[in-house]
């Protein structure tokens, strides 16, 4: 079954409720039992069944059950936000002292978490590129944890999954992927090796930009070591399983930081177009990127432009795609700011994955708590915007910025 066709018809798609082709919305908190023995059985995980929203819930179960098996996972659990799901992915195996090695082109906000980790004597070793080389220089018995986007935001560099993935394997290490950017339909991270997969299914998941949630994604096939993953111990009889019973049945349902039923049905109508949608996504930035690199004075980046090593992890990994998000050194902030200000479509909001295009400068905004040195490695500068193209038609958009950068232009002359 192609990717598409599997959107509509995969075997995570039940026949729900009354016949209904869509789960109904399940917004209640609590469910009846018959029987107090019942109501005991599903508590012990003795018996299948909901008893509370914040442990389970059919549909946000239903969401959970179509994005593992777009993802190729053994199980996913869905949360309220891309950043409690990463910090359930990470919490639930790290205690003080692990460290962790994490790609420098990350989300600003994920830096910002890694941060705060260190009051709790987690530490992060970032580096400058997510490369086999450079992630083995900082392996020490410390690093618990292997972590990266698969394009990075907004460096735009591309991690070679297969790779990471054999290096982390080879110091008994999971490699975690945050595959917010490039989704389900560019690559499948847990085929290229990596063990656990997060998304913030605010962006492309959900597409609409009507709600915000997050999911992990187990591979269920990392072999844990139970003396050094300690937080897993009292898990060790699921095997492989033990980290997502862990967060189903400890972490995950304590910090409580769960789905509501409403996100859950809004991402599987999302799901339902992610294919066609990342398909004109794809092709709105690369026919962009094209057309802004023809103005000799605003540096371009977008993975497919370039002749370099992003390029051909590209046509290898991503199917040929470069994902959706551009990013343009412009010259100035001032410049930056006049462009921005000038653009007619284009929406100026913060975030990604939506169907409209969307622009922002990442360094007064979304990098705003990073030092200088967290804002370099990230790849961001006072005269970048990012990009983040929409489903409109190609041509008004490659107008709209063209317009915005003369009607700049001439505002300053
Ligand atoms: N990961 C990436 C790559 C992101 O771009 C974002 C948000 O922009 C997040 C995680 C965090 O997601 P959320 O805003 O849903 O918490």
């Given at each position: 079954?192609?990717f598409?066709?599997?959107l509509?018809?995969?075997?995570?798609?039940?026949?729900?409720?009354?016949?209904?082709?869509?789960?109904?919305?399940?917004?209640?908190?609590?469910?009846?039992?018959?029987?107090?023995?019942?109501?005991?059985?599903?508590?012990?995980?003795?018996?299948?069944?909901?008893?509370?929203?914040?442990v389970?819930?059919?549909?946000?179960?239903a969401?959970?059950?179509r994005?593992?098996?777009?993802?190729?996972?053994?199980?996913?659990?869905a949360?309220?936000?891309?950043?409690?799901a990463i910090?359930v992915?990470?919490?639930?195996?790290?205690?003080?002292?692990?460290?962790?090695?994490?790609s420098?082109?990350?989300?600003g906000?994920?830096?910002?978490?890694?941060?705060?980790?260190?009051?709790?004597g987690?530490?992060?070793?970032?580096v400058?590129?997510?490369?086999k080389?450079?992630?083995?220089?900082?392996?020490?018995d410390?690093?618990?944890?292997?972590?990266?986007?698969?394009?990075?935001?907004?460096?735009?560099?591309?991690?070679?999954?297969?790779e990471?993935?054999a290096?982390?394997h080879?110091?008994?290490?999971?490699l975690?992927?945050?595959?917010?950017?490039?989704?389900?339909?560019?690559?499948?991270?847990?085929s290229?090796?990596?063990?656990?997969?997060?998304?913030?299914t605010?962006?492309?998941?959900?597409?609409?930009?009507?709600?915000?949630?997050g999911v992990?994604?187990?591979?269920?096939k990392?072999s844990?070591?139970?003396?050094?993953?300690?937080?897993?111990?009292?898990?060790?009889?699921?095997g492989?399983?033990?980290y997502?019973?862990?967060?189903r049945?400890?972490?995950?349902?304590?910090i409580?930081?769960t789905m509501?039923?409403?996100?859950?049905?809004?991402?599987?109508?999302?799901l339902?177009?992610?294919?066609?949608?990342?398909?004109?996504?794809c092709?709105?930035?690369k026919?962009?990127a094209?057309?802004?690199?023809?103005?000799?004075d605003?540096t371009?980046?977008?993975?497919?432009?370039?002749?370099?090593?992003?390029?051909?992890?590209?046509?290898?990994?991503?199917?040929?795609?470069?994902g959706?998000?551009?990013?343009?050194?412009?010259?100035?902030?001032?410049r930056?700011?006049r462009?921005l200000n000038?653009?007619?479509?284009a929406?100026?909001?913060?975030?990604?994955?939506?169907?409209?295009?969307?622009?922002?400068?990442?360094a007064?905004?979304?990098?705003i708590?990073?030092t200088?040195?967290e804002?370099?490695i990230?790849?961001?500068?006072?005269?970048?915007?990012?990009?983040?193209?929409?489903?409109?038609?190609p041509?008004?958009?490659i107008?709209?910025?063209?317009?915005?950068i003369?009607?700049?232009?001439e505002?300053?002359?």
């Open positions: 079954m192609n598409n066709t599997k509509l018809h995969g075997k995570s798609i039940k026949k729900y409720a009354d016949g209904a082709t869509l789960p109904p919305i399940s917004q209640v908190s609590a469910y009846r039992f018959d029987t107090a023995q019942e109501q005991e059985k599903v508590f012990n995980h003795r018996a299948f069944g909901f008893a509370y929203t914040r389970g819930n059919p549909t946000v179960a969401f959970e059950q994005i593992a098996e777009l993802e190729g996972g053994s199980g996913a659990i949360f309220s936000s891309g950043m409690s910090t992915a990470i919490l639930n195996i790290l205690s003080t002292g692990d460290e962790i090695i994490s420098g082109g990350l989300y906000g994920t830096m910002d978490l890694f941060r705060d980790f260190e009051r709790f987690i530490k992060t070793r970032y400058s590129h997510f490369t080389e450079e992630i083995e220089k900082e392996i020490n410390n690093t618990k944890i292997i972590f990266g986007e698969t394009i990075s935001n907004p460096a735009l560099e591309i991690t070679d999954i297969e990471v993935a290096l982390s080879s110091h008994g290490i999971p975690i992927i945050d595959n917010t950017t490039a989704t389900p339909y560019l690559v499948n991270p847990l290229l090796g990596a063990d656990i997969v997060v998304h913030s605010t962006k492309y998941i959900n597409g609409s930009g009507n709600s915000v949630g992990i994604v187990d591979g269920g990392f844990w070591d139970f003396e050094k993953y300690a937080a897993l111990s009292p898990f060790k009889k699921y492989k399983a033990a997502s019973v862990r967060i049945s400890d972490l995950g349902e304590n409580g930081g509501a039923p409403l996100t859950a049905y809004l991402n599987v109508i999302g339902e177009t992610l294919g066609l949608r990342m398909q004109r996504i092709d709105n930035a026919a962009l094209e057309a802004l690199n023809e103005n000799k605003i371009v980046n977008y993975p497919t432009l370039g002749t370099d090593h992003n390029t051909a992890l590209a046509a290898e990994e991503l199917k040929g795609f470069g959706g998000l551009i990013t343009i050194r412009v010259g100035s902030k001032e930056a700011y462009i000038s653009l007619e479509y929406v100026r909001a913060t975030s990604l994955g939506d169907v409209r295009t969307l622009v922002i400068h990442p007064s905004t979304l990098y708590h990073s200088k040195e804002q370099e990230a790849g961001v500068y006072d005269d970048l915007i990012r990009i983040s193209t929409g489903i409109e038609d041509e008004d958009l107008e709209d910025f063209t317009k915005a003369k009607a700049s232009d505002a300053e002359n």
